[in-house]
């Protein structure tokens, strides 16, 4: 069982920012994938940055230019930085992390969520 631990959300005002980290422990062979999502109230979960084992990254159009997300392997660790940042980015924020817990054995799994609020 993989589990995932997300810290560094909280209130913040327009225009600042904030970093999110969530870190991976577990039975864990290899990730190969981890991103970031989000839920604003009455709104869907949405993909917000996602990154694969490579390095390779991908963003939602709502957030190029003003998130970064990147990840520490040697940790199983993947952050978020947010600049800029404007109320509708306001929702929980949630880690999940892709992978094999052995060969042949995958794992999806999901953290409990930080809020992010912005708001002045």
């Known amino acids: 069982q993989v589990q995932l631990v997300e810290s560094g959300g909280g209130l913040v005002q327009p225009g600042g920012s904030l970093r999110l980290s969530c870190a991976a422990s577990g039975s864990i062979f290899v990730i190969a994938t981890m991103g970031w999502y989000r839920q604003a109230p009455g709104k869907q979960r949405e993909l917000v940055a996602g990154?694969?084992?490579?390095?390779?990254?991908n963003y939602a159009d709502s957030v190029k230019g003003r998130f970064t997300i990147s990840r520490a392997d040697v940790k199983n660790t993947v952050y978020l930085q947010m600049n800029s940042l404007k109320p509708e980015d306001t929702a929980v924020y949630y880690c999940n992390a892709r992978g094999l817990i052995t060969i042949g054995s995958t794992f999806d799994s999901w953290g409990q969520g930080t809020q992010v609020t912005v708001s002045s």
């Open positions: 990154i694969a084992r490579g390095g390779s990254t």
